[in-house]
């Protein structure tokens, strides 16, 4: 892939960001640094979206936040799975790999 | 959603909105953090911190977007826009208080009035009577041939009742006013005294103990009541061992069987509240005299058409068996729907006040729309700057469309205030005869359409500006003068003061027929001379009263304690007193040569002691009035009426004549004397055919009788002492209904005067409002044109050319107002044409007078900026262009 850092997409953010803080509790800045390792720099986080997306889904009680110092002794706010949140993985990656699957099914047809 | 979620939604954003800055605090710290990291990121790949630094800086952007993005998406951003929106238009609204007091004050108004009106009336007009399907029920009267209505017979209801097959019940009933003994004190109550199938008939059953037994309703059956659940509270401290225990009433013991629902309403006779049986039987006389109220209930299958048809169909037996028994049938039934009867003749007077009330809501909303539209032309430089500032046509949109809504919601607000008082003030002050007053309550659909008109002109009237504003170039409005789009507006503003002008030129038109009238009804000569008179009633209850002769003898000691008790200059006695709602009707039959018909006139019976007609003022116009010798056993002598003599005897001498008052095999009383006419029931009806016969001379002792005094001077001031006097004789009598007879006259017109005031209070209101609009329009059109007042007055113009100028503007959109409403006030006084009296709804007089006061008030309204426009100085606004 030639082209790098494309944004996320649409609708695989509250995804991914379940699916990092299911390692390790993370600050906003690691989960986005995570995701762009993990993904090798194909996805870039904007983090107006990542800020917002976390604010949602601590809301809807997937994740917890709470204030702690990190190792380099600076106050962070600390984001980590709940129970709840750990069931919405599953379900939203059931329903990502159905939809991963399908489209890869249609791609393969066409030849 | 989680349950846990929606708390933590409900949480945070409460918190973000109570607590803002702390929130901030916490999202700042955030991005801050986010931000370091990255230059901590950046560094730690070899980058100097100042690069690090600029390098993290774009790729996080701009922190306070990053925020803006994260705050706006939580549910609580909408909230606060709408807060800060409602803020800022509570700022504008009270930067220009004298806008918004009376924009507020205008729709409050109009839709205060017009709840409070509606609310008054829809129980009356709009409202099923409160019984089950009580469309069933129907009045029913007895009639001759010429429309004449006469109350019914006991007969017929019997007749009826065994003949017909169109009903499911029917019951008869009188009025009834006990006095009530053995508690603390003796008391009048109100009452009926009904056939055993009333309550049946309107569907409503006691809610505690039973209905009447319909065995008792025959004479010397058992006495029992009913009461209602007012009197049960209020007299028996809503104690249920009532039931079944006898009370006393006029000295009988009387048993309690049951006490009716609190919310049954008893429209027959609002003020009801102790119902027992009439207890008549066919062979007593008063069995087919006429005084009975009936009402029945239809068979669900049949109509009116059926009924009338199946009334008719026993006419002619009920005659021979009413003739039989000494009765008259005066050979017809009318049926009515009881809802209409109960309307009876306030609904005309009540639309007419619905139409009133709509033009005063349609004025108050003309006139707030003028206000909006000066505001609009006033601010739009303000939104064009705006406009130019970036602000798009949504934003100008919503934050006028918020000031429209805030503006109609504090009128809301005053108009339900306004509606609340109204409707309070309606009931205490509406005249006796209105019917249903106890259903009368705040009517919140009617309040809802009223605020609805307001916030739709309002939101209409109040976006204009902002579209104009947004789609012109904003240039133009920054420049400020655009004469066509301002000389538009203008045209659109004087149409808008035309028509109030015209509105509240019918309403005054309206309401000055209705005074006229009243005045008018206030100058008819009611046949005595009520200046001095005191009266009240006297009615006599209990054991003692058994005997004719004690009754008799009671009140001819009563009347002569009276004449003596100093300051009474005569006094007299009689049955029925004018203008007081007493209404005692009998037939006279005057004696015709053998072979003739007796020919039958419906008169008032008075029994009137020696004095009375001479204390009254009622003049003699033949023969001489009642004497001390027309006593029990000396020959029968009558005083008639001029119009019964008139009617009797026509262009003859009525002395000498001989008539029967009542049943017709009656005894034979000789006119001895004529005397003016008296307004019994109306000033305004010509209602005059009376009689007049000295108790002595009556078969009957009446048990209630009015004591009429007159004094040397200040009437009411011998209040007490005449109370006192009476008392002396027995102290267990009532006596009731003190009150001056200019009372009584001025009482007998409450209805019209209660209509004129309502009238008159909107007509102010529409007087105001316009007033204010031309007011308004000429204010505004002096500050568009100071600049060429100035000009004119540089190149010479006096300042009274100056003021003759707007001043003759003011009166041309004046005038043109004045033409449209006087062409609508023909058409729409015909609406009031049946509340009129002695007056045409056409009067010339009525229609000079207010386009007089119209006039006035406009020229008064013009004249103030006439006066600041010749005193522009043409220096100052010359060089401020």
């Known amino acids: 892939m030639e082209q790098s850092g494309g944004d996320v997409i649409q609708g695989t953010m509250d995804l991914l960001i379940l699916k990092t803080l299911s390692l390790e509790p993370l600050h906003g800045f690691g989960i986005a640094r995570r995701i762009e390792q993990i993904s090798r720099d194909v996805f870039k986080v904007n983090p107006g979206s990542l800020l917002?997306?976390?604010?949602?889904?601590?809301?809807?009680?997937?994740?917890?936040?709470?204030?702690?110092?990190?190792?380099?002794?600076?106050?962070?706010?600390?984001?980590?799975?709940?129970?709840?949140?750990?069931?919405?993985?599953?379900?939203?990656?059931?329903?990502?790999?159905?939809?991963?699957?399908?489209?890869?099914?249609?791609?393969?047809?066409?030849? | 959603m989680t349950p846990r979620g929606f708390w933590r939604q409900l949480t945070r954003g409460l918190r973000a909105l109570l607590d803002r800055r702390a929130t901030d605090r916490d999202l700042t710290d955030?991005?801050?953090?986010?931000?370091?990291?990255?230059?901590?990121?950046?560094?730690?790949?070899?980058?100097?911190?100042?690069?690090?630094?600029?390098?993290?800086?774009?790729?996080?952007?701009?922190?306070?977007?990053?925020?803006?993005?994260?705050?706006?998406?939580?549910?609580?951003?909408?909230?606060?826009?709408?807060?800060?929106?409602?803020?800022?238009?509570?700022?504008?609204?009270?930067?220009?208080?004298?806008?918004?007091?009376?924009?507020?004050?205008?729709?409050?108004?109009?839709?205060?009035a017009t709840t409070a009106i509606f609310s008054a009336v829809k129980p009356i007009l709009f409202e099923p009577l409160p019984y089950p399907d009580a469309n069933r029920l129907v009045a029913i009267w007895e009639g001759g041939r010429d429309g004449t209505r006469m109350?019914?017979?006991?007969?017929?209801?019997?007749?009826?009742?065994?003949?017909?097959?169109?009903?499911?019940?029917?019951?008869?009933?009188?009025?009834?006013?006990?006095?009530?003994?053995?508690?603390?004190?003796?008391?009048?109550?109100?009452?009926?005294?009904?056939?055993?199938?009333?309550?049946?008939?309107?569907?409503?059953?006691?809610?505690l103990g039973v209905g009447f037994a319909t065995s008792d309703d025959r004479p010397g059956g058992g006495r029992t009541v009913i009461l209602s659940d007012r009197l049960w509270r209020r007299r028996f401290g809503a104690d249920l061992g009532i039931l079944g225990t006898p009370i006393s009433l006029d000295g009988d013991p009387h048993v309690v069987v049951g006490i009716l629902p609190a919310e049954f309403e008893n429209v027959m006779a609002p003020e009801a509240e102790v119902w027992t049986l009439l207890q008549y039987e066919l062979d007593q006389g008063r069995a087919w005299g006429h005084h009975l109220r009936m009402v029945a209930r239809l068979d669900p299958g049949h109509d009116l058409a059926r009924a009338r048809a199946d009334l008719a169909a026993i006419g002619p037996d009920l005659k021979n068996l009413a003739a039989a028994g000494n009765g008259f049938f005066p050979g017809e039934f009318t049926l009515t729907p009881l809802a209409a009867e109960i309307r009876g003749g306030v609904a005309a007077t009540l639309w007419a006040v619905i139409g009133a009330v709509l033009l005063v809501l349609v004025i108050a909303a003309v006139n707030v729309t003028n206000l909006l539209l000066a505001r609009g032309a006033q601010r739009r430089g303000e939104l064009a700057v705006r406009a130019t500032l970036g602000?798009?046509?949504?934003?100008?949109?919503?934050?006028?469309?918020?000031?429209?809504?805030?503006?109609?919601?504090?009128?809301?607000?005053v108009g339900m205030a306004i509606a609340a008082a109204g409707v309070r003030l309606l009931v205490s002050r509406s005249p006796a005869g209105?019917?249903?007053?106890?259903?009368?309550?705040?009517?919140?659909?009617?309040?809802?359409?009223?605020?609805?008109?307001?916030?739709?002109?309002?939101?209409?009237?109040?976006?204009?500006?902002?579209?104009?504003?947004?789609?012109?170039?904003?240039?133009?409005?920054?420049?400020?003068?655009?004469?066509?789009?301002?000389?538009?507006?203008?045209?659109?503003?004087?149409?808008?003061?035309?028509?109030?002008?015209?509105?509240?030129?019918?309403?005054?038109?309206?309401?000055?027929?209705?005074?006229?009238?009243?005045s008018r009804l206030l100058s008819v000569d009611p046949g005595f001379a009520p200046a001095n008179l005191l009266t009240m009633q006297i009615q006599t209850a209990g054991p003692r009263f058994a005997s004719d002769t004690a009754t008799t003898r009671f009140f001819q000691e009563a009347l002569?304690?009276?004449?003596?008790?100093?300051?009474?200059?005569?006094?007299?006695?009689?049955?029925?007193?004018?203008?007081?709602?007493?209404?005692?009707?009998?037939?006279?039959?005057?004696?015709?040569?053998?072979?003739?018909e007796p020919r039958g006139f419906n008169v008032f019976r008075h029994a009137a002691s020696p004095g009375y007609l001479e204390t009254m003022g009622i003049p003699l116009r033949r023969g001489r009035l009642l004497a001390e010798s027309d006593r029990a056993g000396a020959p029968l002598a009558v005083v008639i009426s001029e119009s019964l003599a008139q009617l009797a005897v026509p262009g003859g001498d009525p002395i000498g004549r001989r008539l029967a008052i009542g049943s017709l095999d009656g005894p034979r009383y000789t006119v001895v004397g004529v005397v003016g006419d008296v307004r019994h029931a109306s000033l305004g009806l010509a209602e005059t055919a009376a009689v007049y016969v000295t108790p002595a001379q009556w078969r009957f002792p009446d048990n209630a009788m009015s004591v009429v005094i007159k004094t040397a001077r200040n009437p009411i001031?011998?209040?007490?002492?005449?109370?006192?006097?009476?008392?002396?004789?027995?102290?267990?009598?009532?006596?009731?209904?003190?009150?001056?007879?200019?009372?009584?006259?001025?009482?007998?017109?409450?209805?019209?005067?209660?209509?004129?005031?309502?009238?008159?209070?909107?007509?102010?209101?529409?007087?105001?409002?316009?007033?204010?609009?031309?007011?308004?329009v000429m204010s505004a059109t002096v500050v568009e044109r100071t600049r060429e007042i100035g000009v004119r007055s540089a190149l010479g113009a006096s300042r009274l050319a100056t003021v003759g100028m707007v001043v003759g503007q003011g009166m041309r959109l004046t005038a043109i107002g004045v033409v449209l409403g006087l062409a609508g006030a023909l058409v729409a006084t015909r609406a009031i044409a049946a509340m009129l009296f002695g007056v045409s709804h056409l009067d010339p007089i009525t229609y000079l007078g207010v386009t007089g006061v119209l006039a006035l008030a406009a020229l008064l309204a013009s004249a103030v900026p006439a006066w600041r426009a010749a005193r522009v100085d043409p220096a100052t606004t010359l060089r401020s262009e």
């Not at chain 1, 600076?74 to 379900?91: D, M």
């Not at chain 2, 100008?396 to 809504?405: D, I």
């Not at chain 2, 019209?752 to 007509?763: D, G, K």
């Open chain 1, 52 to 111: 917002t997306a976390l604010q949602r889904l601590e809301r809807a009680g997937w994740l917890d936040a709470e204030w702690r110092q990190t190792e380099n002794s600076r106050r962070a706010k600390f984001y980590s799975l709940t129970r709840a949140g750990r069931k919405q993985l599953e379900v939203e990656t059931a329903d990502w790999n159905r939809r991963a699957n399908a489209v890869g099914r249609l791609l393969r047809a066409e030849g």
């Open chain 2, 560 to 596: 002569d304690r009276v004449r003596q008790v100093p300051g009474v200059v005569g006094a007299g006695l009689v049955n029925q007193l004018p203008l007081s709602g007493d209404r005692d009707e009998f037939g006279a039959h005057f004696e015709v040569g053998p072979g003739e």
């Open chain 2, 391 to 413: 602000a798009g046509r949504g934003r100008l949109v919503r934050q006028l469309l918020t000031e429209s809504l805030l503006l109609a919601t504090l009128g809301g607000l």
């Open chain 2, 151 to 207: 109350a019914p017979m006991f007969g017929s209801f019997r007749t009826i009742e065994e003949g017909t097959r169109t009903f499911e019940r029917i019951a008869v009933l009188k009025a009834w006013q006990p006095t009530i003994t053995g508690g603390d004190r003796p008391e009048r109550l109100e009452g009926q005294r009904v056939s055993a199938g009333y309550f049946e008939t309107l569907g409503v059953a006691p809610a």
């Open chain 2, 30 to 112: 955030e991005v801050d953090h986010y931000l370091a990291e990255a230059a901590a990121a950046h560094r730690a790949a070899g980058l100097s911190p100042a690069e690090a630094l600029r390098a993290a800086r774009l790729e996080v952007g701009s922190v306070t977007a990053v925020r803006e993005e994260v705050r706006s998406a939580g549910w609580e951003h909408g909230v606060e826009t709408l807060l800060s929106d409602l803020r800022q238009a509570g700022r504008r609204l009270r930067a220009t208080p004298g806008f918004t007091i009376i924009a507020v004050l205008t729709s409050g108004l109009g839709i205060g």
């Open chain 2, 434 to 518: 209105l019917p249903r007053l106890t259903a009368i309550d705040l009517d919140a659909t009617v309040l809802v359409f009223g605020l609805l008109l307001t916030t739709v002109t309002g939101v209409a009237f109040g976006l204009a500006p902002a579209f104009q504003a947004a789609g012109r170039d904003p240039r133009e409005g920054l420049q400020w003068t655009s004469r066509r789009t301002v000389g538009g507006q203008r045209r659109t503003r004087r149409a808008l003061v035309v028509a109030e002008v015209a509105l509240a030129l019918i309403l005054l038109v309206s309401s000055g027929l209705l005074f006229r009238s009243l």
């Open chain 2, 717 to 776: 001031g011998l209040t007490e002492a005449v109370r006192s006097a009476i008392w002396s004789v027995d102290r267990d009598q009532a006596i009731v209904r003190a009150a001056t007879m200019a009372d009584l006259v001025s009482a007998s017109a409450a209805e019209r005067r209660f209509a004129l005031l309502l009238f008159e209070a909107f007509a102010l209101t529409a007087l105001i409002l316009a007033v204010a609009g031309i007011y308004g």
